[in-house]
């Protein structure tokens, strides 16, 4: 029961047990306990993991690899524990980066969340018509936009007319294994 995810709590109560008990037998038989990250982790997550590293064996895999890799440590939001999230307001970036999680880690579309962050001059209905029809998702995936001041004086309205895009996938070990992705990066010589 424990493997397949219930808790100790739920155990003794299917059991008619108290959790000392549980908690006994789990010693007794060296049964090690998860921690509550991993526990989160395992109720959301009932079925497994919702992505898969894939074996990269064509050269267009390899090479998206090389690129979604360099996109998140340009792009990437690293602080965050368990969200991968790049923000761009180049559409093509940030649909190679999201061909990068579907074809190289199988992450499932529905898993991948949206946000806008556009100016307060610009038509919030039509930046998100530009986002949807690009990036071939219903407006009503990027939910609340957030609109901002312009920053300083220039160009802006060419290079930002419709805002950012934020793309996000939640999912702790999806974000570690791309960090270890990473740091391998760095270790190169070079």
């Not at 709590?9 to 059991?15: K, M, V």
């Not at 064996?57 to 340009?74: A, K, R, V």
């Not at 940030?94 to 556009?118: D, G, P």
């Not at 793309?167 to 270890?180: A, F, P, R, T, Y």
Request: charged share 25%.
């Amino acid at each position: 029961m424990y493997s397949s995810g219930s808790s100790m709590f739920e155990i003794a109560a299917r059991l008619g047990c108290s959790v000392n008990r549980v908690v006994y037998w789990m010693n007794k038989y060296k049964i090690k306990r998860r921690s509550r990250s991993d526990a989160t982790y395992l109720k959301r997550n009932p079925s497994g993991d919702p992505f898969r590293i894939k074996k990269i064996i064509s050269p267009e895999e390899n090479f998206l690899h090389g690129l979604g890799l360099g996109i998140y440590w340009g792009e990437g939001e690293r602080v965050s524990k368990g969200k991968v999230r790049v923000a761009n307001s180049d559409p093509g970036l940030i649909l190679l980066f999201r061909k990068f999680l579907v074809k190289n880690y199988q992450v499932t579309v529905s898993r991948i969340h949206y946000y806008l962050i556009c100016f307060n001059d610009s038509n919030p209905n039509e930046v998100a018509e530009y986002w949807s029809k690009i990036l071939r998702i219903s407006k009503d995936k990027f939910g609340k936009i957030v609109q901002v001041a312009p920053q300083g004086k220039g160009s802006y309205r060419r290079k930002s007319r419709y805002g950012v895009c934020i793309l996000e996938v939640s999912n702790i070990k999806l974000k570690k294994w791309l960090m270890e992705e990473l740091h391998g990066l760095r270790s190169l010589p070079g």
